[in-house]
T-cell receptor, first 113, second 112 residues
């Protein structure tokens, strides 16, 4: 089946620093990728839709300048959490679409101290 | 995307079948019914999807009501590894690249 690789799986950073999370579709091309955020025991919350070669579409309430998304190629989308603060600590998950199905990365646990 | 409604949690005994229900009364004619599951500390994984007819694969079966306003995911023999949160979502056939919204899902507990 299709594989989506997400790195890093876990990151701890100091408040004020920026963190980049990569999402790669390993064996297929993904025109569209999605970024989600998930708090403990809660469902996935869609943050933005990333389209190759164009600007991402952010959901209401998600700060564009805070969560920078780049989808420069058909196999790579990145999410950069800029000037991270403790309230940004969360589990971030990416997904890519192939035909009708969604394939997900394994997630990134971000902890901001 | 149309919304779905699922029970918050369900419990099953190991080796027994599990029927996970999902209501989607506002489904449109072009919506696929998808099921994904999420194991602890992992990203969701695809389970099964269908449009109108019942579907079977190696993981599960999907039974779709004739009016398509509800569906049931069937795990034929639950194992401890099936303990996860199961999400029922709808995705449009034509705008499949459109955003996908997840509901609360059903947390399945499997007892040995």
């Amino acid at each position: 089946g299709a594989v989506v690789s997400q790195h890093p799986s876990r990151v701890i950073c100091k408040s004020g620093t920026s963190v980049k999370i990569e999402c790669r579709s390993l064996d297929f091309q993904a025109t569209t990728m999605f970024w989600y955020r998930q708090f403990p025991k809660k469902s996935l919350m869609l943050m933005a839709t990333s389209n190759e070669g164009s600007k991402a579409t952010y959901e209401q309430g998600v700060e564009k300048d805070k969560f920078l998304i780049n989808h420069a190629s058909l196999t790579l989308s990145t999410l950069t959490v800029t000037s991270a603060h403790p309230e940004d600590s969360s589990f971030y998950i990416c997904s890519a679409q192939l035909n009708e199905k969604l394939f997900f990365g394994s997630g990134t646990q971000l902890s901001v101290l | 995307d149309a919304k779905t409604t699922q029970p918050n949690s369900m419990e099953s005994n190991e080796e027994e079948p599990v029927h996970l229900p999902c209501n989607h009364s506002t489904i449109s004619g072009t919506d696929y019914i998808h099921w994904y599951r999420q194991l602890p500390s992992q990203g969701p994984e695809y389970v099964i999807h269908g449009l109108t007819s019942n579907v079977n694969n190696r993981m599960a079966s999907l039974a779709i009501a004739e009016d398509r306003k509800s569906s049931t995911l069937i795990l034929h023999r639950a194992t401890l590894r099936d303990a996860a949160v199961y999400y029922c979502i709808l995705r449009d056939v034509y705008t499949g690249g459109f955003k996908t919204i997840f509901g609360a899902g059903t947390r399945l507990f499997v007892k040995a």
